[in-house]
């Protein structure tokens, strides 16, 4: 007789509000958008994504308020949170949450978790040769270590199409504060629209 190799297991597709109002029989699995999980020993246990890499992946936050026809102007030697009203929304997972465009922060989940935030835009000024962009991640801490200078090299008036990147971990404060992107037009003002933050957890350490 040929040795069995395969074996069929149930699994019920359920939300996660449900997973998380009931006790799994030990051994029955449910399924949600994001996890697998299996009851044992009396625990609701995520099998899949393997632990470490649970809530690990990304979201994409489109500002739809400033565009090209309607651009952000930014006041010389002012410092201005870069809003983003994230009117489209795209993540890899429906629980991810890392952004909140009601205080216009970028959020983190655990303390020591690791992220790397892109943020996308377009900017122009009038005086290119004697006007450039100051940016900042403003909180407390090591995020306050983020921070860089873009030129506007293509000329007056000019598009400029721009991207931040930067890679942080998340510290207490920022867990319990979150923190907001800043720019600050130096020398002369300058126009920012079409803005987007993609911003991807790599590390979990919950």
Same mark, same amino acid.
């Given at each position: 007789?040929?040795?069995n190799?395969?074996?069929?297991?149930?699994v019920?597709?359920?939300?996660q509000?449900?997973?998380d109002?009931?006790?799994?029989e030990?051994g029955?699995?449910l399924r949600?958008?994001?996890?697998l999980? +299996?009851g044992h020993?009396?625990?609701?246990v995520?099998?899949?994504?393997?632990?470490? @890499? @649970?809530n690990?992946?990304?979201?994409?936050?489109? !500002?739809?308020?400033y565009?090209?026809?309607?651009?952000?102007s930014?006041?010389q030697d002012?410092?201005?949170v870069l809003p983003?009203?994230?009117?489209? /929304?795209?993540?890899?997972?429906?629980s991810i949450?890392?952004?909140?465009?009601?205080?216009?922060? /970028?959020?983190?989940v655990?303390?020591?978790d690791?992220?790397?935030?892109?943020v996308?835009f377009?900017?122009q000024?009038a005086n290119?040769?004697?006007?450039?962009?100051?940016y900042?991640?403003?909180?407390?801490?090591q995020?306050s270590r983020v @921070?860089g200078?873009? @030129?506007?090299?293509?000329g007056n008036?000019?598009?400029?199409s721009?991207n931040i +990147?930067?890679?942080?971990?998340? !510290?207490s404060?920022?867990?319990?504060?979150g923190v907001?992107?800043?720019?600050?037009s130096?020398g002369n003002g300058?126009?920012?629209w079409?803005?987007?933050?993609?911003?991807?957890r790599t590390?979990n350490a919950?």
């Open positions: 007789m040929g040795r190799t395969a074996y069929r297991v149930h019920e597709d359920v939300t509000e449900k997973v109002g009931v006790n799994i030990n029955a699995m949600t958008d994001d996890y999980y +299996m020993n009396d625990e609701n995520i099998v899949y994504p393997q632990t470490g @890499a @649970a690990l992946g990304w979201a994409r936050y489109d !500002d739809t308020e565009h090209s026809t309607y651009k952000l930014l006041i002012t410092e201005t983003n009203n994230a009117g489209n /929304i795209v993540k890899s997972h429906s949450n890392f952004y909140d465009s009601a205080t216009q922060k /970028i959020l983190g655990n303390e020591n690791v992220y790397i935030i892109t996308a377009k900017a000024a290119a040769n004697q006007t450039y962009l100051e900042k991640l403003v909180g407390s801490g995020i @921070a200078t873009i @030129a506007f090299p293509k008036n000019e598009e400029h721009e +990147m930067a890679q942080y971990y998340t !510290d404060t920022f867990i319990q504060d907001q992107m800043k720019f600050t130096i300058c126009l920012v079409d803005v987007i933050y993609f911003i991807q590390q919950g």
